[in-house]
C-alpha cells in the first residue's frame, strides 16, 4: 500500500511565498509521475502542475512563472511564489508508479493540506 503526506499549508499574505512537501511512503517500486491540484470553496479540483516519465513539467496557466514542483526521492515539493487570494485551496498531492507488489500500478491521493492567502 502507498501512502501521501502532505504538509506546508498554513497562512500566507499576498505576495508571500510557502512550500508544500508531500512523503510518499510504504512499497513504492518506482514513482513514474508526480502532480499537485488545488480545490478552492466551491469549486472542483483543478490541476495545478505536474510531470510524468518521459514528458515535460506541465503548469496550469494560472501559476506559470509563479509555481514549481520538485522531488528529492520519495518526497515531491510545490514551491509556491507571488501568491494571492486567488490561490487559497486546499492543495492535493497525486503521486503514480508502480508498487514492489509484482510491479503493479498505483495511483494515490493525499489528504490534502489548506493554503489560505489573506492579509
Known amino acids: 500500500q502507498v501512502r501521501l503526506v502532505e504538509s506546508g499549508g498554513g497562512l500566507a499574505q499576498p505576495g508571500g511565498s510557502l512550500r508544500l512537501s508531500c512523503v510518499v511512503s510504504?512499497?513504492?517500486?518506482?514513482?513514474?509521475?508526480s502532480a499537485w491540484y488545488r480545490q478552492a470553496p466551491g469549486k472542483q479540483r483543478e490541476f495545478v502542475v505536474g510531470?510524468?516519465?518521459?514528458?515535460f513539467m506541465r503548469y496550469a496557466e494560472p501559476i506559470k512563472g509563479r509555481f514549481d514542483m520538485s522531488r528529492d526521492e520519495n518526497t515531491v515539493f510545490l514551491l509556491m511564489n507571488s501568491l494571492s487570494p486567488d490561490d487559497t485551496a486546499v492543495y492535493f498531492c497525486?503521486?503514480?508508479?508502480?508498487?514492489?507488489?509484482?510491479?503493479?500500478?498505483?495511483?494515490?491521493w493525499g489528504q490534502g493540506t489548506q493554503v489560505t492567502v489573506s492579509s
Open positions: 510504504g512499497n513504492v517500486y518506482s514513482i513514474t509521475g
Open positions: 510531470f510524468s516519465a518521459g514528458d
Open positions: 497525486n503521486v503514480r508508479g508502480l508498487t514492489t507488489n509484482e510491479r503493479r500500478p498505483f495511483d494515490t
